[in-house]
């Protein structure tokens, strides 16, 4: 194999200028007539004849005089179907590369200049040689340019996810979240939900803090704001979930007033994923007792360093696992279920410790009534987590929701006949500990006046329930009863013509509910739009619990004044920036600069 030619600058007196392919071979192009020359042809001998035939030999050019000659339109895109690259393009889009995988893996934007090149220079210098080492130095990876690289593939992505939303056949649906970051500001995110050729498709829409207070009323204004500093009409939007705070919902709280003043169709949802705190609101008095009790024995341990210290001590002395408690303080909703168990599976252990501290809330957490309250709590929390653990999955729409909260209500009434019995058999913890006949008689009250009331709740507070018979066709077209439907309802027709139809059922039988009514858009739309209008509703705040957790990697006390929006929507969005014509507009940017 013969060696490859190296581009040197002074060839540029001869009007050309160098490309680099993809596999890093340097070809000689004739800036005035486009020809691209092999790497057999990258010396003077050469390019000077092509010059002088060609061109009449016209001398005494230099870098300067070239910079200034206009490139045609067509060039970069001809050389690009050749899979050939300036180098200048080369350099831009490694750098856009890299920002890119920085932003994806959530990286602090000065690890390029301060580590990764510092790295690929010693490795490039080591492997390749000293000239791979001198092109790699030419790669611009700032902290600046890094930032400004993010900044312009956020935009691009933010376009697109426009340009969906603005083609969307159907209203969108939006999901929106609140949280204080470390520097108690409060961020606002939210993403949508759309209609994008033949599926339905979630993308992140924004991240902005809420600068003064967090009302309804300020809710309400950042998001309208969104839509209409990007020219979007407000009434794009056919749903939105929220989290069920009081500032965002609540029958007479002002953003759902704001909202259904600017649009009256909107659907207002709350999240399906807090039926823990539903629970705790329920709670009869010694159960909550119980419950605060966990709370403070664990601010007791965590809350105090010398403590947490001694307690580690303490279980690695007796051989005991759990000894690091990954809790939170106020317990969070989350790891609830798992708080608890782990408190009951570590009872004797735990309280051990708190007798060798002489802590005063040794008296009650060693009481027996105690334990059989936490062993019960600890299983309907570990329910619970369940429950909710089934529903954290992108895609999950109301009716999937509402199915698992109605499964899981309908299973109350076979606890209670049980417990009636005193069968503890759904709450294994409990059934472990609970060794009398008047211990089982205590506690079956206290479960039952607890589940009947949490069953009221969660009818009154989720709306839990099927869809209504003359609806339920959405779910599956085939096996639903015609006779449901009213005869004057006019997709009873296409229903009926759908039915008949062996495609179709094929269809449904392998395609995902979503994604069959998108596909059944340009046949049979007004079936599809009815369907679609039930399915893109989001269910959950999921991906905005999500998008908290990309915030904790990128709110750090070192990069605690990053601007985090253009981060997190390029480190969470599915869409890839449109690279090519990023770095034609910013050529196109530089050449009129010059």
């Known amino acids: ?220 204004n950042l998001f309208r704001d969104f839509f209409l500093k990007h020219k979007i009409a407000l009434d794009v939007c056919g749903s939105v979930c929220t989290d069920g ?81 990954l809790f939170h303080t106020e317990m969070r909703w989350l790891s609830r279920g798992q708080i608890l168990t782990h408190i009951f599976e570590m009872h004797e252990e735990i309280n051990q410790f708190l007798h060798h501290q002489s802590s005063s809330l040794v008296d009650g957490f060693e009481n027996k009534e105690f334990k059989i309250h936490l062993a019960y709590l600890a299983d309907l929390f570990k329910h619970l987590n369940e429950l909710s653990a089934s529903m954290q999955r992108t895609g999950m729409n109301t009716v999937s929701a509402r199915e698992k909260l109605s499964a899981f209500v309908r299973k109350f009434p076979f606890w209670l006949k049980r417990i009636e019995k005193r069968n503890f058999t759904n709450f294994p913890f409990l059934e472990e500990i609970v060794v009398s006949d008047n211990e089982a008689l205590c506690i079956a009250a206290e479960i039952t006046r607890h589940l009947q009331q949490l069953s009221s709740f969660f009818h009154g507070y989720f709306s839990v329930g099927d869809l209504d018979e003359a609806s339920k066709w959405i779910l599956d077209p085939f096996l639903f009863n015609l006779d449901f439907v009213d005869d004057g309802y006019l997709v009873k027709n296409d229903l009926a013509e759908l039915r008949a139809s062996g495609q179709i059922l094929m269809e449904f039988e392998t395609m995902k509910l979503e994604d069959f009514w998108c596909a059944q858009f340009t046949v049979f739309p007004s079936l599809a739009k009815t369907a679609l209008e039930i399915l893109i509703p989001f269910a959950t705040t999921y991906l905005c619990e999500l998008g908290f957790s990309s915030l904790l990697h990128f709110k750090t006390k070192s990069r605690s004044c990053l601007n985090m929006s253009d981060d997190i929507r390029v480190a969470i969005s599915k869409k890839v920036p449109r690279f090519s014509d990023i770095i034609e507009q910013k050529l196109q940017l530089q050449q009129k600069s010059l």
Request: hydrophobic residues 40%.
């Open 1 to 220: 194999m013969s060696k490859k030619r190296k581009w040197d600058d002074d060839y540029v007196r001869y009007w050309f200028t160098c490309m680099t392919e993809i596999d890093g071979t340097q070809r000689p192009q004739c800036v005035l007539c486009n020809s691209v020359f092999s790497n057999a042809d990258l010396r003077p001998s050469k390019l000077s004849d092509h010059f002088n035939r060609q061109h009449g030999g016209i001398g005494g050019h230099d870098l300067s005089s070239l910079k200034h000659v206009p490139t045609p339109a067509d060039q970069s895109e001809t050389l690009k179907t050749f899979g050939v690259a300036s180098q200048e393009d080369a350099l831009l889009q490694a750098s856009y590369q890299f920002a890119y995988l920085c932003a994806k893996e959530k990286n602090p934007h000065t690890i390029a200049e301060k580590l990764v090149k510092p790295c690929a220079l010693e490795i490039a210098q080591i492997v390749l040689g000293p000239d791979a080492q001198k092109k790699l130095q030419q790669v611009p990876l700032s902290d600046d340019v890094i930032h400004s690289r993010i900044d312009e593939m956020s935009q691009d992505i933010l376009q697109q996810v426009l340009e969906d939303i603005k083609a969307s056949p159907l209203k969108v649906g939006i999901q929106l979240a609140e949280t204080t970051d470390m520097d108690d500001c409060s961020q606002l995110m939210a993403f949508v939900r759309y209609i994008r050729e033949r599926e339905i498709v979630e993308e992140f829409l924004f991240c902005e803090p809420l600068q003064l207070t967090m009302k309804g009323k300020d809710v309400f």
């Open 245 to 325: 705070a009081s500032t965002m919902l609540g029958e007479n709280s002002e953003f759902v007033c704001c909202v259904k003043k600017e649009v009256p169709h909107i659907v207002i949802t709350h999240c399906l994923l807090n039926p823990h705190t539903l629970v705790t609101k329920t709670l009869p008095t010694k159960l909550r007792d119980a419950l605060f009790t966990v709370v403070r024995v664990i601010n007791f341990i965590k809350g105090r360093a010398p403590n947490h210290r001694l307690f580690q001590a303490f279980f690695e002395e007796i051989g005991i696992e759990y000894s690091v408690l």
